[in-house]
């Protein structure tokens, strides 16, 4: 049976692999680095380590002092000893600098934050929309609830002793139940391989399905005593580097609660100036007894033409069915706010604002 030192010992042993920087090949999960990417990349990086040929590397796409703010990821890695130290970060190296290296991309198809890597691209494992980037890689893209479900399926039919590690198992059983709020089938992102692949995970672990998302949602909770600019750079992609530049921060809070913060409007701000953005928007899922009850979008600029621009696009997406909100007078100038379709979360929207640069 795999031990659970034995996916410890290999992020230990892969750090050290970069040092000699031969044949490296690094897993990369997204910006917004959320449970559902952390978990891709290592548990990837791990699986794909039995092949003697390259070194897999598992590159998180964040700053090491952000971890912090992965709640779910830091709860899950303290239960089996894996620290920061273990793990390699985006400021751990300077990635253009090394002589030979490929990359996997998992949970996204778009590279944004690595720059002059479109030829090291060359496997892609993702659930959202194909952007069309990296078009020489190879694909494995299902519009499934979550990344974490393609990459279990990958190793079911091939080397699925590797879930007897327990890191294995439950780090890619958190990653499917966080993704589709507990395999909830009225969200329009469950799907039947989600539902299959976390029974198979099920399978190898001790864990109640209902207890271990309860556990990652108390994990989650801790959120609440977050700063406001923490929590809009918890969760944070951007769309483009075109103009205007646009970041989606995604927040699982009720968004009248989080709006109504008295250093809102001025964290918006601050946190637009420290990501050079023109425009953010901010998605909010509400979740009660966890179950999804609604979803809600603001738009926040300080430049009038630009938040027109987004805020009229966002209007002509019919399925997004858009319901007007009221704004709190001090954001009435500057913030457009609407609830909106429940199934349609970042990975729907997201696709949808490339177009914006188009017109």
């Not at 970060?89 to 600098?97: H, W």
């Not at 500057?334 to 017109?359: G, T, W």
């Amino acid at each position: 049976m795999l031990q659970p030192s034995g996916f410890l010992d290999f992020l230990k042993s892969s750090k050290l692999n970069i040092s000699k920087d031969a044949n490296l090949h690094f897993v990369v999960g997204n910006e917004s680095a959320d449970l559902d990417s952390i978990v891709c990349s290592l548990v990837y990086a791990y699986y794909m380590s039995s092949n003697p040929n390259e070194s897999f590397v598992a590159l998180l796409p964040m700053y090491r002092e952000d971890f912090e703010l992965c709640f779910e990821a830091s709860a899950l890695c303290k239960k089996f000893d894996i620290t920061t130290e273990n793990m390699v970060f985006i400021d751990d190296i300077c990635i253009n600098s090394l002589n030979n290296f490929k990359l996997t991309l998992v949970d996204h198809n778009y590279e944004t934050l690595l720059q002059n890597i479109e030829n090291k691209v060359v496997d892609i494992i993702d659930h959202h929309h194909d952007a069309l980037h990296h078009i020489n890689a190879k694909r494995n893209i299902k519009m499934v609830g979550s990344c974490c479900t393609l990459i279990a399926e990958i190793i079911y039919y091939n080397k699925r002793e590797f879930f007897e590690s327990k890191p294995v198992s439950e780090f890619l059983l958190a990653g499917i139940l966080n993704d589709t709020v507990n395999l909830d089938l009225h969200n329009g992102r469950t799907t039947e391989l989600d539902v299959f692949m976390s029974e198979v995970l099920l399978g190898y672990t001790e864990l109640d399905k209902d207890d271990y998302f309860l556990l990652l949602k108390t994990a989650q909770s801790e959120m609440f005593k977050m700063s406001t600019r923490g929590i809009l750079r918890k969760d944070y992609k951007l769309v483009s580097n075109a103009e205007p530049q646009i970041g989606i921060s995604s927040i699982m809070l009720q968004s009248e609660t989080f709006i109504s913060r008295t250093d809102f409007y001025a964290s918006c701000i601050d946190f637009m100036t420290i990501k050079s953005l023109d425009v953010i928007i901010i998605m909010f899922l509400h979740c009660e007894n966890n179950v999804a009850i609604n979803r809600d979008i603001l738009v926040f600029s300080l430049n009038g033409d630009h938040l027109n621009k987004v805020t009229s696009y966002l209007q002509t997406q019919t399925n997004l069915e858009l319901v007007y909100k009221e704004l709190p007078a001090n954001l009435k100038q500057n913030a457009s706010y609407f609830s909106h379709n429940i199934n349609c979360s970042r990975k729907i929207v997201l696709p949808l604002l490339y177009d914006i640069f188009k017109k």
